[in-house]
């Protein structure tokens, strides 16, 4: 028999738009999903990690194949055409959309999530999540707020957002171990291994504790 555990979202953004969902396996069904874990380092030796989330300590062991990023905060003018993101945004009366957060996903994760939807954490709020090629930008000033127009396109359909300057505006890297220091907040994806841990495949270390 399987059991099902529930991990909640703490603060889902537009680069962990999905649920979480963690299948427990018994003996008898040793099929596992993938889970996601948001909190801070408490400890890091030799492969073991041990992240502190919303729903208590989690140990993740990392191995060989597990990709860790970083995430480094960039300008306004850095936006540039071709780049690949992630923006969490509400739309306008004008048919645009308002962005208050934008991740630059790393040349390696291109194509993740790709789509356009309500945001995951909090669908009646009328914020949605586009992960999308950006096709072309526009300097542009609507009202008080000056930024950059962008046009997201992605399969099956395109969006404009308005990118105002006084938000989180990051670019995910690749990274090393030698940011996993204690207390640095992560975002960690993996599969429950055979002795209870999550077996990591991607670390990111953000930035400014969001």
Known sequence: MTHLTMFRVTSMTVADGIAILLLVSSPSSPQTAAATVRGKITSFKGQELIVSSSNGDVKAILTDKTVIRAEVPINLSEIGSGMYLGTTA?????????????????????????????????????????????????????????????????????????????????????????????????????????????????????????
């Open 90 to 210: 509400t739309k306008q009366s004008d048919g645009t959309f308002l962005a208050s957060e934008v991740h630059v996903f790393s040349e390696d994760q291109r194509g993740t999530g790709e789509g356009h939807r309500p945001l995951g954490s909090a669908p009646q709020s009328g914020a949605t999540m586009t992960n999308a090629n950006v096709e072309h930008v526009e300097d542009i000033a609507v009202k008080d707020i000056k930024g950059r127009l962008i046009t997201l396109k992605y399969k099956g359909g395109e969006v404009k957002v308005l990118v105002p300057p006084d938000i989180p505006l990051v670019k995910r890297v690749l990274g090393d171990r030698n940011s996993l220091k204690n207390g640095a907040e992560v975002s960690l994806q993996g599969t429950q291994s055979s002795g209870g841990a999550l077996e990591a495949t991607q670390v990111t270390v953000r930035t400014g504790g969001r």
